[in-house]
């Protein structure tokens, strides 16, 4: 019916040579089997290789395979990315993004499409395509409101409990476990794991913060991990954990371990530390420094007091002067309280004690030790002295016969 | 390991009982109180520095893990923390 070059040679005057030995051939070729012939030419002949160009016509599918163009000023090389390559992609390229893929060459064999199966693509210039995910997630979020200054939440002086998100292998338990101890030992740590990096690591994250907000466990959350690469830390940039982060209903501290850049669970939190140590130091007060409020705290509330009980002495001898015998009755009472409260001074200031010679005996879990049969032989002991602590082994205990007359 | 922290020592009431420590020595030094009320406040400053130093002197950290539960629940349990 359709116009043939090898039937129509009538109306074109002679026939050439080549067309009439082609029209005795015994054969021709079926359409599928010229394509899987060029196919596997193509496929054959031409290793994997990368290819530089600008991104034309990006269409995702259902599917998650991703089709487009790679073009130059006078050639376009049709590309296709199958979903397992495309989702490990941080996002899409934008039309006339300059990038290089990675693939290989083949013939699509039911269109009979030249194209290249791209494995991997890669944006050019500064961070490429981690850079325009990143700008295109914290534009996101900007525009939200999620990344405002006045959303930031100030963390708790003294919490209770401290909520820490991270791997169980990682060094950045161990250093945050390490400071909190260091610094507050009084505190209450409670631990989610999760993955910190690969696959399912945002999705592991974003589940931690989900079940913190659940229990309301924690007075302050610290997410993070140590340093690493681009990619291992570019779970911190997922808009998942970002958006967990954003919900949680306690101030939340990211710890990421990187120095030079920022990520946008850094932006979303409500403070950013460089390092998981950093998190822990500004997450829990020092135990020292409070110890030295509380003793300024004891000091002048002693000071205070003693102002006050020797005026009312003063005040109380005036007065016994001038009244009778009922009134002074109840002022003996009043005068009684005084002196118990003045007696208590001495409570304010164990130092003082320590001062004068005498040394406090801690156990293990930090108990004063009181009585002998709180000594074992062998057992460390703690001493609390003047000026600073001296850990000793009990070598023998002996109870003053009096109290027990029984020999430990 | 110790059950749940006493009441009276609990980080948590540190903060207000700091605070509340300071309005005390602060109503005594100002020095224009009766006796009566300056000795009430006095005795109640003397507790809170009672419990503060208890808390303070708590040695041991507590470690616990957060887990998912089958059930939808969760899991707290104590956490073994690897050798320093």
Known sequence: MSWDPLEAGGGWGEIPAFVAERRTSPRAYTVSAVNAMARRLLEGSVPPLWVAGEVAGWKRYASGHCYFSLRDASARLRCVMFRADAQRLPTEPEEGMQVRALGTLTLYERGGDFQLIVRELEGKGAGGLWRLAFERLRSRLEAEGLLAPERKRPLPRFPATVGVITSPSGAALHDILHVIERRAPWTRVLFCPARVQGDGAAQDLARAMRLFASVRMADVLIIGRGGGSVEDLWVFNEEAVARAIAASPVPVVSAVGHEVDVTIADLVADVRAPTPSAAAERVVPDGAAVGREVALLAARLGAAARRRVSRGREELTVLRDRLGETARAALRAREKRLEAAAGKLDALSPLAALRRGYAVPLGADGRILRTTRQFRPGAPVRLRVVDGRVDCTVDQVWTDAATDGRQA | ?84
């Open chain 2, 1 to 84: 390991m110790a059950g749940r922290p006493d009441t009276n020592a609990t980080a948590a009431g540190l903060e207000a009982r700091l605070a509340r420590l300071e309005a005390i020595v602060a109503a005594l030094e100002a020095d224009d109180l009766e006796l009566e009320e300056a000795l009430a406040l006095f005795e109640e400053g003397i507790q809170h520095i009672r419990h503060a130093r208890e808390l303070l002197q708590r040695a041991e950290l507590r470690v616990e893990q957060l887990l998912a539960a089958e059930d939808g629940g969760v899991v707290v349990q104590p956490f073994e923390r690897g050798q320093d």
